[in-house]
């Protein structure tokens, strides 16, 4: 009776491991820990603040284009960054959107390459930025995002950028940091067309001294 119960525990715990090393999960390779503060903005640093040198120092050139100088109100604007200089294989960036009055947050980023870019949050600051399977790159590299404006009228807002260039030591020596930005100031309403979503006759446009309103027919609508 002893032995076949030890057999039957040994049998069970044997199944159990099985189980359990079936459904263990591992971490993606294109997963790191997410670190936010590092973009040049209001009360951060850039890459400097963790990898050895002094910001802007380098001869990279840093190419950071959303496709308009200035936004429009829940309009969605493709984020394009590229970094290149010669002699190195690493590349990365963190982007972030600010509200210029107070610094804080705005806008929504969304994902173009789900693989070699991510978005996250750390504190009450967003931001989008290469993964770990993003970053291998020759001489150069490239990430597009998407950046959605705030839905009302927010004033200027600021995307700033914190951008790495390494050397694959392993070590935190001999990289290159570097930092840029993006002003946009909201788009001005340029004529009465622009604003009149409720089909009302408005004349004469452009105005000077008067202008008058016609409703239209109620079937119109």
């Given at each position: 009776?002893?032995?076949?119960t030890?057999?039957?525990f040994?049998?069970?715990?044997?199944?159990?491991f099985?189980?359990?090393?079936?459904?263990?999960?591992?971490?993606?390779?294109?997963?790191?820990?997410?670190?936010g503060?590092?973009?040049?903005?209001?009360?951060?640093?850039?890459?400097n603040?963790?990898?050895?040198?002094t910001?802007?120092?380098?001869?990279?050139?840093?190419?950071?284009?959303?496709g308009?100088?200035a936004y429009?109100?829940g309009?969605t604007?493709?984020?394009?960054?590229?970094?290149?200089?010669?002699?190195?294989?690493?590349f990365?960036?963190s982007c972030?959107?600010?509200?210029?009055s107070?610094?804080?947050?705005?806008?929504?980023?969304?994902?173009?390459?789900?693989?070699r870019?991510?978005?996250?949050?750390?504190g009450?600051r967003n931001?989008?930025?290469?993964t770990?399977?993003?970053a291998?790159?020759?001489?150069?590299n490239?990430?597009n995002f998407?950046?959605?404006?705030?839905n009302?009228?927010?004033d200027t807002?600021?995307?700033?950028?914190?951008?790495?260039?390494a050397n694959?030591?392993?070590?935190?020596?001999?990289?290159?940091?570097?930092t840029?930005?993006?002003?946009?100031?909201?788009?001005?309403v340029?004529?009465?067309s622009?604003?009149?979503?409720?089909q009302?006759?408005i004349?004469?446009?452009p105005?000077?001294?008067?202008i008058i309103?016609?409703?239209?027919e109620?079937?119109?609508?």
């Open positions: 009776m002893k032995t076949r030890v057999i039957t040994l049998f069970l715990s044997a199944v159990a099985i189980f359990i090393s079936g459904t263990t999960s591992t971490q993606s390779p294109c997963d790191s820990p997410y670190v503060g590092h973009t040049g903005a209001p009360g951060e640093t850039g890459c603040g963790c990898h050895a040198g910001a802007n120092s380098g001869n990279a050139i840093i190419d950071f284009d959303l308009t100088a429009i109100p309009q604007y493709q984020g394009f960054v590229r970094i290149q200089q010669s002699g190195f294989d690493k990365g960036f972030l959107a600010l509200k210029n107070d610094n804080n947050t705005i806008g929504a980023f969304g994902l173009v390459e789900t693989i870019t991510r978005t996250y949050s750390d009450n931001y989008v930025s290469h770990p399977c993003g291998d790159s020759s001489n150069a490239s990430w998407t950046w959605t404006a705030p009302t009228n927010e807002i600021t995307l700033y950028i914190g951008a790495l260039v694959h030591n392993h070590a935190t020596t001999g990289d290159f940091s570097y840029r930005k993006i002003v946009l100031p909201v788009q001005p340029n004529s009465i622009e604003i009149n979503t409720f009302l006759g004349y004469p446009n105005a000077t001294n008067e309103f016609q409703l239209p109620p079937n119109s609508i």
